[in-house]
């Protein structure tokens, strides 16, 4: 696994997902016992497609489903629920394609694979894997009337956690107050993204009567990129919402976590695969403070153009 890793950041990327299927028989043993063998790409078979990682990965890797589809006979694709509306809409074009939410029975199938795996599957190489693009879907806007806050000039949603099933969790997550940093630049206001249990900290804090918080609006990640089309600029830490900003087309700053870190956008965010972000690294002491500085003095210089007419 650590040499997949070392393989994905150096952008050795077929190499580094070929190593990478070591994770099933380092942790995701269950996969193994499939009641089917594993998908090597070969032509002609039906095909069980399942997440194996989180939100963010699945979404990543949708760009290879339509050269899953080219490839074989027929793709039951189980996804996370919260994707399901927007991929029917992005992938209806595909004829030999049945998405399925999780959890799923097994279909019935010839082989299995994931949607992470599938650049190995399909023996792509580093430039086809690098170039693949993204689906793209842009859903009816929200009213933003219902929500936005009329007297602000500049219109941010924030996310400060992820999942805590993601190993680095704890490195890549950053107090809900620290975000409170960005008021620092007249006429901004926050919007909060947040929307599993981790959005109550916004008012255990009391944050809440300067956040607004927009869970309500948000049920799948359809109706987040709806409302994302309506936002000037998102500030997140490196979890999924950076990858549906992307679909999105939305502007996107991520605080970069010295110790988390993603191989989509590298060391530094100087070399990204399949990302558009403007990342603020983190230093080796590990503070959110000396990253904040920098975000806000960005902020200001953004600012500070619009109103020169830059």
């Known amino acids: 696994m650590g040499l997949a890793f070392a393989l994905l950041f150096d952008r050795q990327l077929a190499e580094g997902f070929k ?19 594993r ?12 997440s194996d990682q989180g939100l963010g990965d699945t979404l990543s890797m949708t760009r290879f489903v339509r050269a899953a589809c080219k490839r074989a006979r027929y793709v039951h694709a189980c996804v996370h629920p919260e994707l399901l509306r927007l991929l029917q ?21 010839d082989v299995w694979t994931t949607f992470v795996s599938l650049p190995f599957a399909l023996g792509l ?9 993204q689906i793209t879907y842009k859903p009816e806007r929200t ?3 219902q929500w936005r806050v009329p007297d602000r000039k500049l219109h941010i949603g924030i996310a400060w956690r992820g999942s805590a099933l993601n190993e680095i969790n ?6 809900v107050t620290q975000f409170l940093d960005l008021y620092k630049v007249p006429g901004v206001q926050l919007y909060s993204l947040q929307v599993d249990q981790n959005k109550h900290q916004m008012h255990d804090t009391g944050c809440a009567p300067v956040i607004k918080d927009l869970s309500g609006y948000i049920s799948d990640v359809t109706s987040t990129v709806a409302i994302l089309q309506d936002l ?10 950076g990858h549906i900003c992307t679909l999105a087309g939305t502007e996107t700053w991520v605080p970069y976590s010295y110790m988390g870190r993603d191989y989509r956008v590298g060391v530094d965010g100087a070399d990204q695969i399949w990302s558009n972000y403007r990342v603020f690294p983190q230093g080796s002491d590990m503070r959110w403070q000396p990253v ?3 975000i806000v003095t960005a902020l200001q210089i953004r600012v500070d153009r619009e109103r020169a007419g830059v």
């Not at 809409?89 to 199938?109: G, W």
């Not at 190489?125 to 693009?133: F, L, Q, V």
């Not at 000037?232 to 919402?241: F, Q």
């Open 170 to 175: 704890e490195h890549r997550s950053i107090p």
């Open 39 to 50: 998908w090597e790409g070969e032509s002609d078979k039906t095909v069980f497609l399942v």
């Open 143 to 145: 009213n933003a009337r």
């Open 292 to 294: 904040f500085d920098d």
């Open 232 to 241: 000037d600029l998102v500030v997140t830490i490196e979890s999924s919402l």
């Open 19 to 37: 190593h990478f299927e070591s994770r099933y028989a380092y942790r995701l043993v269950n996969f193994l016992k499939y009641p089917y063998p």
């Open 89 to 109: 809409y992005a992938l209806m074009d595909v004829p030999n394609l049945n998405l399925l939410p999780q959890p799923c029975n097994f279909p019935a199938a």
């Open 125 to 133: 190489t580093d430039d086809e894997i690098r170039n693949a693009p």
